[in-house]
């Protein structure tokens, strides 16, 4: 059973920067593939991006390709999300998600484990 943790959410001003992370325990963290996701109230849970297991390919949804990257630090079981250029429709509740299944990435069904979620709130 793997377990992540989120951290990094906060309050950004709109052209500001945040760095979210993800810290996974009780698995080889190495083997799973990774994903962020983003929620608001009353919409569904959101693909933003992810990145395969080995680092090597990332993917991001169009709303947030070169403003938002994602790596990962396989020796510290730790996946982050570094964003820049931050806009009002950033908000939302960020999550983390790790799955070793095949599939398609940007799909949440895709992904077996889950983190609580972290907040993030863009200001105008």
């Known amino acids: 059973q793997v377990q992540l943790v989120e951290s990094g959410g906060g309050l950004a001003q709109a052209g500001g920067s945040l760095r979210l992370s993800c810290v996974a325990s009780g698995g080889d963290f190495s083997l799973y593939d990774m994903g962020w996701f983003r929620q608001v109230p009353g919409k569904e849970r959101e693909f933003v991006g992810c990145i395969s297991w080995g680092g090597i390919a990332t993917y991001y949804v169009d709303s947030v390709k070169g403003r938002f990257a994602i790596s990962r630090d396989n020796a510290k079981n730790t996946q982050y999300l570094q964003m820049n250029s931050l806009k009002v429709e950033d908000t939302g509740v960020y999550y983390c998600?790790?799955?070793?299944?095949?599939?398609?990435?940007?799909?949440?069904?895709?992904?077996?484990?889950w983190g609580q979620g972290t907040q993030v709130t863009v200001s105008s």
């Open positions: 998600a790790a799955t070793r299944r095949p599939g398609a990435l940007n799909l949440s069904t895709r992904y077996d484990y």
